[in-house]
């Protein structure tokens, strides 16, 4: 095995593929990443949840596959000079060379490499890179950490003729995106649940770019193909929430606000709120106006925020952090508040246009004291 590659491009490589790698695992082979020279150069990180194999230009003179340590073949790229890197194999004796600087590593054999599941092409669909990392970012941070209901702890991903809407919910909050698609392919409508740690690895493979990226849904696995990137993760089995039995539509106080405005007037109030010192947010919706107040153990806080709309006054108490979550996630100027008691969830929905996203938060029981 022997190949040249621009540094740059090689250390991008493993970046990619090193986010698949099990830190610490009882099978040694998947510490590893395993490369693969053949009509080009294949990188492959694999933890037996989430696997990514990503292509590099390389000038590749004999084929071959091995495994390699994924911290100590990282850590020497990235540390070696700004030049072409020149890598042979003989054995298992792997010789990297780059500019004045050369190791000699010993890597081991790709067959202890599990192989990555292949994904049957049943269900799929194409979508600019830019907007399913989007869709992704704005609905990750409601996927639920409890390990008590597993299906929640990735998103749905649903896809029909519209387009393709992404949910997240916790049991406190629920994040929704919508995007329409470039083209489709199998059941008019089908959806899937993906971990929630695999989408994160999806966003960041993402570029801000129209790209076309492809989602394809397997019988028991889900495809990711983005750019020379694929990435393949277990489908989470499961009843996912019947969100649309949840959201409450029909809410008798709408008003609107600047989302930036309303977040700051938040993050203001929230200065005196901190793990040890909890509080919820006692908001008052009046005319034209949010008041926002807190009171912990150190003192008080009060903010008030121009809203368009008549709150008729209602009080409604809310975690701080699940409201302005949803606030940052908003990808929108104006937002409207939909509420309709102090003990219904609040619905966020874009103030004008299509409702591409909608985020619910439910409220938190105040103390008359506060």
């Known amino acids: 095995m022997k190949f040249?590659?621009?540094?740059?491009?090689?250390?991008?490589?493993?970046?990619?593929?090193?986010?698949?790698?099990?830190?610490?695992?009882?099978?040694?082979?998947?510490?590893?990443?395993?490369?693969?020279?053949?009509?080009?150069?294949?990188?492959?990180?694999?933890?037996?949840?989430?696997?990514?194999?990503?292509?590099?230009?390389a000038q590749i003179e004999q084929g071959g596959s091995l495994v390699l340590s994924a911290r100590l073949f990282g850590e020497i790229i990235r540390k070696l000079p700004d030049d072409v890197v020149v890598f042979s194999a003989d054995g298992y004796m792997v010789h990297i060379s780059c500019g004045m600087s050369h190791f000699n590593i010993l890597a081991t054999d790709?067959?202890?490499?599990?192989?990555?599941?292949?994904?049957?092409?049943?269900?799929?669909?194409?979508?600019?890179?830019?907007?399913?990392?989007?869709?992704i970012r704005q609905t990750l941070f409601a996927v639920s950490d409890n390990e008590s209901r597993p299906i929640h702890t990735g998103s749905l991903f649903e896809v029909d003729s519209t387009g393709v809407t992404v949910v997240s919910v916790d049991g406190y909050r629920?994040?929704?995106?919508?995007?329409?698609?470039?083209?489709?392919?199998?059941?008019?409508?089908?959806?899937?649940v993906v971990p929630g740690a695999a989408l994160n690895e999806v966003e960041k493979i993402c570029s801000d770019v129209d790209d076309p990226a492809t989602v394809t849904q397997g019988e028991r696995h889900v495809l990711f193909r983005?750019?020379?990137?694929?990435?393949?993760?277990r489908r989470l089995e499961g009843e996912f929430l019947a969100y649309r039995n949840a959201i409450p539509r029909n809410n008798t106080i709408q008003v609107v606000g600047e989302t930036r405005k309303l977040l700051a007037s938040i993050d203001r109030v929230s200065l005196i709120i901190s793990d040890k010192l909890k509080s919820p947010l006692r908001c008052i919706f009046g005319d034209n106006v949010?008041?926002?107040t807190t009171k912990t153990g150190i003192g008080d806080a009060a903010d008030q925020c121009p809203i368009e709309g008549d709150g008729g006054g209602l009080e409604i108490g809310f975690n701080n952090r699940y409201l302005m979550d949803a606030l940052k996630a908003a990808p929108a100027e104006k937002v409207r508040l939909e509420l309709i008691s102090g003990v219904a969830p609040c619905v966020i929905l874009p103030a004008e246009g299509e409702e591409n996203f909608l985020y619910m938060v439910l409220p938190v029981r105040l103390k008359a004291s506060e």
Not at 177 to 191: Q, V
Not at 227 to 232: A, I, K, P, R, S
């Open 174 to 192: 629920l994040a929704l995106r919508h995007e329409s698609i470039e083209e489709s392919g199998g059941l008019p409508s089908y959806s899937f």
């Open 290 to 292: 949010l008041s926002i």
């Open 110 to 135: 790709p067959e202890d490499f599990p192989e990555l599941p292949s994904v049957e092409d049943k269900n799929g669909f194409t979508i600019k890179q830019s907007a399913l990392g989007s869709m």
């Open 4 to 57: 040249s590659c621009e540094k740059a491009l090689l250390q991008s490589a493993i970046g990619t593929a090193a986010r698949a790698v099990s830190p610490k695992s009882s099978i040694p082979a998947l510490e590893g990443i395993l490369l693969e020279a053949g009509n080009d150069l294949r990188l492959t990180g694999y933890n037996l949840e989430t696997g990514i194999r990503t292509t590099v230009p």
């Open 226 to 233: 983005i750019g020379d990137t694929m990435l393949v993760s």
